[in-house]
C-alpha cells in the first residue's frame, strides 16, 4: 500500500472531516446506454450483470457455439442409421450367349433392387445418455465460466470504487498542501520560521501532486481493465460516495448457503463422469453384433435357364466381433470417469479448505476494519474538531490542525484499502461457494 508522506498529510482542508459530498445527479442512470457502456454507479445485481456479459460479452459467442455443437452431438446421437439402397445389373453376357442366339438385353441379364438397415442392439440408449450428460457438462462449464466473469466484473469495480475514493480524498490532500505552502511561505516572509520549512512544504506539496497524477493513471487502468472483463466500456462512480456505498453494500450481504456440491463446475464434473460411464456401457456392449437386414427384389429375364422371372429376397448379415470388441474404447471411457471423479473429490476438498481459511482471514480482517472504523477514525475525527475549536479560540495553531487532518486523511485511505481487501476476501468466498446468478435459459435447459 502506498502511503503519503508524512508532512503530505498535513494538507487535509481546514473544516473539512471527511470527503467532500458531491451533488447527485437528478436521475438515476442506467447501467448500459446506446454507446455500449457501462455505467457502475447503477451497476445491476448478480442475476443483471450474468445476463449483461451474456448478451454482450464476446467470449460467450464462442460459448455459446459450444453448446449448440454439444447439442448436435446429442441430436446426432438419437438418429437412426441410415438405410442404403443398393441398385444391381447382373448377368452380363462376355461373349456368345449359352444357348446360342439370346438377346444379350432382354434374355439374359437380371435387375436387382434392395433396402438394407443396420440394427443397433443395447447401443442408442448409452449412446443417447452419453451425449446428454455431455450437453449438461459443457453447458455447466459455461456457467461456471458466466459466474466467474462476474465476480471478476465486481472486482473491477471494487478497484475502480476504490481508487474513486482515494482520488477523493488525495485531492482534498492536495488543496491542503497548498495551502500549507502558502501558510509557510506567510511565515517565512514574517520571520516566523525559515525558508527551508516553506521549501519543504513546497516539496512535499510536488510530491503529492505526482501521487495524485499517479492514482488517476491507476484510475484509467482499473478502468480499462472492467471494460475488458465486461467487453462494453466502463464509466467511473463519479463520486466518492456511491464508490465507497458500493463497496460497503457488498461486504454488507450475506454469505451464501447453497450445499457446496451444487457448485457449477463440480455439478459440470459430476456430468462429465456419468457422461463417462455411459460411454463404459457403450463400449462394454460392443461385443453384441449389430445386425444388417436387406430386402431386395430380382428381375431376372434369363427364363430359358428356368430361373424366375420376379423374385424377392431377405439376408441377414451378421458382424463377428472376434478381434475388437471394444476393449480401447472402454479403457479410455473407464479414464474419463475415473479423471471425472478424482478431479471433483480433489476440488470439493480444496474448497473445504479454501473457505476455513478464508473465512479466518476474512474475520482477521474485519477485527482490523472494525477497530479503525469504530475507534481510530471517530477519535481522529474529534481530534481534529477540537483543534478546529482551538484554532478558532486562538489556544492552537493551524499547522497543528493541518497535521492532524493529515493523519485523519491518512486513516481514510487505509481504510479503504482495507474495504477494497475485504471485498476481495468476500468475493474470494464466494467463488468457493456455490451460489452465484441465475444461469441464461440457453443454459438451465440443459443441466
Not at 282 to 301: K, M
Not at 339 to 351: D, E, G, N, P, V
Amino acid at each position: 500500500m502506498r502511503r503519503v508522506p508524512p508532512l503530505l498529510l498535513s494538507c487535509l482542508l481546514l473544516g473539512a472531516t471527511t470527503a467532500p459530498a458531491q451533488a447527485p445527479s437528478s436521475t438515476t442512470p442506467s447501467s448500459t446506454d446506446s454507446s455500449g457502456s457501462l455505467a457502475l454507479a447503477s451497476l445491476p445485481d448478480e442475476d443483471g450483470l450474468a445476463s449483461l456479459l451474456w448478451a454482450r460479452s464476446p467470449e460467450f459467442s464462442t460459448a455459446r457455439a459450444r453448446v449448440a455443437s454439444a447439442r448436435s452431438d446429442l441430436v446426432r446421437a438419437g438418429l437412426l442409421p441410415n438405410p442404403e439402397l443398393e441398385l444391381g445389373a447382373n448377368t452380363l453376357p462376355l461373349g456368345p450367349t449359352n444357348p446360342p442366339g439370346l438377346n444379350r438385353l432382354t434374355e439374359v441379364p437380371n435387375f436387382g433392387v434392395g433396402l438394407s438397415q443396420l440394427i443397433e442392439l443395447g447401443k442408442r440408449g448409452p449412446r443417447q445418455n452419453a451425449a446428454r450428460a455431455a450437453l449438461a457438462s459443457t453447458a455447466l462449464e459455461v456457467q461456471a465460466q458466466l459466474r466467474e466473469r462476474t465476480r471478476d466484473v465486481l472486482e473491477r469495480a471494487a478497484e475502480v470504487a476504490t481508487v474513486e475514493v482515494r482520488l477523493a480524498e488525495l485531492e482534498r490532500l492536495a488543496g491542503d498542501a497548498a495551502r500549507l505552502t502558502e501558510l509557510q511561505r506567510a511565515r517565512a516572509q514574517r520571520g516566523d520560521t525559515s525558508g527551508l520549512d516553506a521549501d519543504r512544504a513546497m516539496l512535499e506539496e510536488a510530491q503529492l501532486q505526482e501521487q495524485l497524477a499517479g492514482e488517476r493513471g491507476r484510475l484509467s487502468e482499473a478502468l480499462l481493465e472492467c471494460s475488458r472483463t465486461v467487453g462494453l466500456a466502463c464509466e467511473p462512480f463519479g463520486a466518492s460516495e456511491p464508490a465507497a456505498a458500493f463497496l460497503s453494500t457488498r461486504l454488507s450481504a450475506p454469505p451464501a448457503t447453497d450445499a457446496l456440491e451444487q457448485r457449477p463446475d463440480l455439478r459440470a464434473l459430476e456430468a462429465q463422469q456419468r457422461s463417462a460411464q455411459a460411454a463404459l456401457t457403450l463400449a462394454r456392449r460392443r461385443w453384441i453384433p449389430d445386425p444388417t437386414v436387406q430386402a431386395g427384389y430380382l428381375y431376372d429375364q434369363f427364363l430359358i435357364s428356368g430361373n424366375q422371372l420376379h423374385s424377392v429376397g431377405i439376408n441377414l448379415t451378421i458382424p463377428l466381433p472376434v478381434f475388437d470388441r471394444g476393449q480401447a474404447d472402454v479403457l479410455a471411457a473407464s479414464a474419463s470417469a475415473e479423471a471425472a471423479a478424482s478431479t471433483r473429490a480433489q476440488l470439493t476438498a480444496q474448497a473445504q479448505r479454501d473457505l476455513t481459511s478464508l473465512s479466518a482471514q476474512r474475520d482477521a480482517l474485519e477485527t482490523r476494519r472494525s477497530r479503525v472504523r469504530t475507534q481510530t477514525l471517530p477519535q481522529a475525527a474529534r481530534l481534529v474538531q477540537r483543534l478546529e475549536a482551538a484554532v478558532k479560540a486562538g489556544g492552537a495553531s493551524m499547522l497543528e490542525l493541518l497535521l492532524a487532518r493529515r493523519t485523519y486523511g491518512q486513516l481514510l485511505l487505509d481504510a479503504t484499502e482495507l474495504d477494497l481487501s475485504a471485498f476481495r476476501l468476500a468475493v474470494a468466498q464466494e467463488r468457493v461457494r456455490a451460489g452465484g446468478p441465475r444461469a441464461p435459459a440457453e443454459l438451465s435447459e440443459h443441466f
